[in-house]
């Protein structure tokens, strides 16, 4: 686990629930016009085993997930991890709270992206 690099991504899955509260409208990654459920999870790069995983609402996007992530690891007593993360958890805080938590981190930046004053805004 302390040399092999964490992978963290999530997907939606479509629902025709109606029962399921966590069952959402959001950006659906398959373009399905219904509500969906979105599931998070972490696997080891080198091993392809799934570590963690968690359900969340489908309304939420990636950018908001980090946190949660950093928090229930450290929970778990993982507190110097490896993480690989792709654009969609690329934002300013994302950033910040990786080097808050004295992580190492390779995230993949958007093409949009601002040099200078204005860089992650």
Known sequence: MEREYLVY????????SKCLKQVRYGKNKDHEHLPQINVSMVFGQQSRLPFYYRKL??????????????????????????????????????????????MKFLIAGKLSLKTGANACG
Not at 9 to 16: E, F, M, V
Request: aromatic share 10%; glycine share 8%.
């Open 9 to 16: 991504d999530s997907t939606s899955i479509s629902s025709y």
């Open 57 to 102: 609402t489908g309304n939420i996007v990636d950018v908001k997930t980090l946190k949660k992530l950093l928090g229930d690891m450290n929970a778990l007593g993982y507190k110097k991890i490896k993480v690989v993360l792709d654009r969609g958890f690329f934002s300013a805080s994302n950033v910040n709270e990786l080097y808050k938590h004295h």
